[in-house]
Nanobody, 125 residues
Framework: QVQLVESGGGLVQAGGSLRLSCAASGRTFSSYAMGWFRQAPGKERVFVAAINWSGQSTYYADSVKGRFTISRDNAKNTVFLQLDSLKPEDTAVYYC??????????????????WGQGTQVTVSS
């Protein structure tokens, strides 16, 4: 079992930055692939970024590539999402997710077993 708690969301002006954190419980965090997803009001939850267990492999949605950076610190059981050059269309609830895997990263929400409660990011124009 893994429990995930996101933090770092907030209100920011367009062009600004935020750093989201997702703290995981348990002693086997380094055995989990991690992902970030987001859900805007009235829309489906969509993939944002993913990272494998070691942090050596990452993958991004086209809409955030070059602006967002996913990383992890296995010693601190935490995965991060750095959001730069934010746009109003980035406004959403951001969720982190985990799946036990020491091989791949994953980009579909049905591939993840554990989810956090979400953190709101609002970008004003």
């Amino acid at each position: 079992q893994v429990q995930l708690v996101e933090s770092g969301g907030g209100l920011v002006q367009a062009g600004g930055s935020l750093r989201l954190s997702c703290a995981a419980s348990g002693r086997t965090f380094s055995s989990y692939a991690m992902g970030w997803f987001r859900q805007a009001p009235g829309k489906e939850r969509v993939f944002v970024a993913a990272i494998n267990w070691s942090g050596q492999s990452t993958y991004y949605a086209d809409s955030v590539k070059g602006r967002f950076t996913i990383s992890r610190d296995n010693a601190k059981n935490t995965v991060f999402l750095q959001l730069d050059s934010l746009k109003p269309e980035d406004t959403a609830v951001y969720y982190c997710a985990a799946r036990f895997s020491r091989v791949y990263y994953y980009t579909r929400d049905n591939e993840y077993n554990y989810w956090g409660q979400g953190t709101q990011v609002t970008v004003s124009s």
